[in-house]
Each structure stands twice: as structure tokens, then as C-alpha cells.
T-cell receptor, first 114, second 117 residues
Framework: GDSVTQMEGPVTLSEEAFLTINCTYT??????LFWYVQYPGEGLQLLLKATKADDKGSNKGFEATYRKETTSFHLEKGSVQVSDSAVYFCALSRSRSNDYKLSFGAGTTVTVRA | DTEVTQTPKHLVMGMTNKKSLKCEQHMGHRAMYWYKQKAKKPPELMFV???????INESVPSRFSPECPNSSLLNLHLHALQPEDSALYLCASSQGRGGAWDTGELFFGEGSRLTVL
């Protein structure tokens, strides 16, 4: 079955540091890949997505590239801010007849210090 | 309108109470989902409705009862819950397959934070 593995952290960084969160997946075919972010006390928000191999998703300075050959979708940001402190989830979407099944990674807690 | 709206945002209930969580979307999506999430853990799928019919029940205890009155609304009825049921309950929606923007994306609401005393 489908599965997603991501580094669990926690990760603690200083402002303006470089952030990488590794994510690898196991799946057949060509699932869509997502990064969701959850800020303290809030729901899940889509951060970025990629729907086919070599697609690069980007948003708010974050980027991730869908690498089929390495089955990876690593999240990167060049210069983090305190406001980026959150839990980040990598996810894979498998289509069914009329809906989708998301497989989530364990989540990575990121804390950015001023 | 690209929102999924959940009410209430916070709910405290006793183990003998009956309450309901509500979810609404006006994006024309034909699939709606309930997830349960514990702190800093990934969401766990509970139920999926596709075209107003229950398509997935992930072996959820019967004290949780979903209902989909129409394509825009999804309810979760709660009865005789246990303290371990305290969690954030997330609703999500997605397009039916084959839509113009069929990317497999789920749109999540802000969640209802449930505390069972």
C-alpha cells in the first residue's frame, strides 16, 4: 500500500536559516504529492502541491520537486521566519472511484527562533 | 468561495451528552471527509462520503455517526463519547474525479476541537 516517510524532528532553527524537511514515498503509479502546514491551534492548510514527475510546487518561499526516480518530495525554504513555526505534513493522494485517499507522513515540528 | 466551514470551533461535552459537528462547503465538491487528529500527529481518516453516499468507514466506533444531508453539508453526530475521543476533528472536501482541476487535493476546514469530560 501507499506510505509516506518524513523526518519527524523536532527541528529548531534560527531566523534566516535554511530549512529542509525530507519526504519519501512508496506508491505505484503517479500519485499527487502535497505539503500541508498546520500552525499552532489551527487546521491544515495546503502549502504546495505537485501532480506529476519533475513538477515543482512553490508557495510563500517554500519549494518541493516531485522526483520519481528517488520517490522523494523534499521541502525547502532558503530563509525561514519565526512565523514559519508550525507542523509540516507530507502527503500522497491516491485516487479512487469518486474521491481520494490521503496518506500522511508523521509530521515534522519546526520551531524558528528570533 | 474556497472555504470549508466547520462549527462549532470548540465543544466540551460530557460522556452522556449528544452533540453534533457540522461542516459546509460551497465549492461544488462531491466528496467530503471526516478526520480525527491528535496533537502533532497526522490526521486519521474516519469517513468519506462520495456523491452523498458513505464510501469509506474506517472501522469507526458507532458512537460516531456521520450524516450527509446534501452535497454541501456533512455532519458528525456524537453520543456516549469517551475522554480518549478528545481531539481536533477536521472536515475536508474534494472534487469528484475527472473535474477540470482534478489534482487529488483535499480542502480542509479549521477543525472542531472536542473535549470530552
Amino acid at each position: 500500500g501507499d506510505s509516506v516517510t518524513q523526518m519527524e524532528g523536532p527541528v529548531t532553527l534560527s531566523e534566516e536559516a535554511f530549512l529542509t524537511i525530507n519526504c519519501t514515498y512508496t506508491a505505484t503509479g503517479y500519485p499527487s504529492l502535497f505539503w500541508y502546514v498546520q500552525y499552532p491551534g489551527e487546521g491544515l492548510q495546503l502549502l504546495l502541491k505537485a501532480t506529476k514527475a519533475d513538477d515543482k510546487g512553490s508557495n510563500k518561499g517554500f519549494e518541493a520537486t516531485y522526483r520519481k526516480e528517488t520517490t522523494s518530495f523534499h521541502l525547502e525554504k532558503g530563509s525561514v521566519q519565526v512565523s514559519d513555526s508550525a507542523v509540516y505534513f507530507c502527503a500522497l493522494s491516491r485516487s479512487r472511484s469518486n474521491d481520494y485517499k490521503l496518506s500522511f507522513g508523521a509530521g515534522t515540528t519546526v520551531t524558528v527562533r528570533a | 468561495d474556497t472555504e470549508v466551514t466547520q462549527t462549532p470551533k470548540h465543544l466540551v461535552m460530557g460522556m452522556t451528552n449528544k452533540k453534533s459537528l457540522k461542516c459546509e462547503q460551497h465549492m461544488g465538491h462531491r466528496a467530503m471527509y471526516w478526520y480525527k487528529q491528535k496533537a502533532k500527529k497526522p490526521p486519521e481518516l474516519m469517513f468519506v462520503y462520495s456523491y452523498e453516499k458513505l464510501s469509506i468507514n474506517e472501522s469507526v466506533p458507532s458512537r460516531f455517526s456521520p450524516e450527509c444531508p446534501n452535497s454541501s453539508l456533512l455532519n458528525l453526530h456524537l453520543h456516549a463519547l469517551q475522554p480518549e475521543d478528545s481531539a481536533l476533528y477536521l472536515c475536508a472536501s474534494s472534487q469528484g474525479r475527472g473535474g477540470a482541476w482534478d489534482t487529488g487535493e483535499l480542502f480542509f476546514g479549521e477543525g472542531s476541537r472536542l473535549t470530552v469530560l
